[in-house]
């Protein structure tokens, strides 16, 4: 089996929504960054996103090297954020801010209608929100990763990514984006760093999009389903769908959904496999 070279692999969590993060590159036919081939040297890491009480937020944060905190929007609040700032500091993990359309009933998971000039605002001004409060905590907001409808939004729609590229560049921060999407390619043409993301909790379409929830073959709740096809995708760099042939994927970061029922033992399980690997548990930002 041919491995990439140099795969940085994290595995993020989601304080409502835990993620995990792999990859060594970009979507490999359409945005490559030189990652070459992997050695069995690898970098792992799990983002945690902020929602009070959804998941079990300590166990994750013992789990992952990096954390996405949700900062008011679709859930969180200053007491939240404050709490999961100080944890996540306290276990040396990495900060993402995670803003989403402000949607409590529908967890950032409905589209509301806005110009995209809105959007750009909204997003400016939640991240703005966590950076103030990481600061009292004595913390720092290292990247910001949009959340569920916006996150699938900025994928497609040009204008929707452009306006949240602006917002992650006035605030000097770089992106975590979905791997293969607008919203990588909007920033990466205007230069702002961009990191990509792989889902080890949800299926994938023939196009690079992730399933819609709802519909059969969105979520693998089985772990050692989801580990094997993570592993499966660092050896050939091809990620399942359910429409088609393995599609080429390629990013720093990994996501498993924190608010999914068995969401710690998914993370545990994939980590666990990971590190069988060869695969080191590590932020993939570096510095």
Do not use: W
């Not at 992106?175 to 080890?200: C, D, H, K, N, P």
């Not at 989801?226 to 499966?232: K, M, P, T």
Request: contains cysteine; neutral net charge; charged residues 20%.
């Amino acid at each position: 089996m041919r491995l990439y070279k140099r795969v940085r692999a994290l595995l993020q969590g989601e304080r409502n929504a835990s993620a995990i993060d792999v990859g060594g590159g970009n979507r490999l036919d359409e945005f490559e960054r030189g990652a070459g081939a992997l050695t069995t040297a690898r970098r792992f890491a799990v983002v945690l996103n902020g929602v009070e009480q959804i998941g079990d937020d300590a166990a994750m944060l013992g789990l992952v090297s990096s954390a996405n905190i949700a900062c008011g929007g679709h859930a969180g609040d200053p007491e939240v954020m404050f709490a999961t700032l100080k944890l996540a500091q306290a276990r040396g993990v990495r900060i993402g801010a995670h803003p989403g359309y402000a949607d409590l009933a529908g967890f950032g998971r409905r589209v509301i209608a806005m110009p995209p000039e809105a959007v750009g605002r909204m997003v400016a001004a939640q991240v703005g929100a966590l950076m103030g409060v990481a600061a009292l905590a004595g913390a720092r907001v290292d990247y910001v990763k949009p959340h569920g409808a916006l996150g699938n939004l900025a994928a497609d729609d040009r204008a929707v990514a452009a306006a949240i590229v602006s917002a992650v560049d006035a605030l000097g921060l770089p992106l975590l984006a979905i791997s293969g999407t607008m919203l990588e390619q909007v920033a990466r043409g205007r230069g702002v760093a961009v990191y990509s993301e792989v889902f080890a909790d949800r299926g994938y379409l023939a196009s690079g999009r992730l399933v819609p929830r709802g519909q059969a073959g969105a979520m693998l709740s089985d772990s050692e389903e989801a580990a094997a096809r993570l592993v499966g995708f660092l050896q050939s760099g091809l990620m399942p769908v359910v429409d088609g042939d393995p599609i080429p994927l390629a990013a720093q970061s990994v996501c498993v959904h924190g608010d999914s029922p068995g969401a710690v033992a998914m993370a545990r399980a994939l980590r666990d496999r990971l590190t069988a690997a060869g695969v080191i548990i590590a932020p993939f930002l570096v510095g």
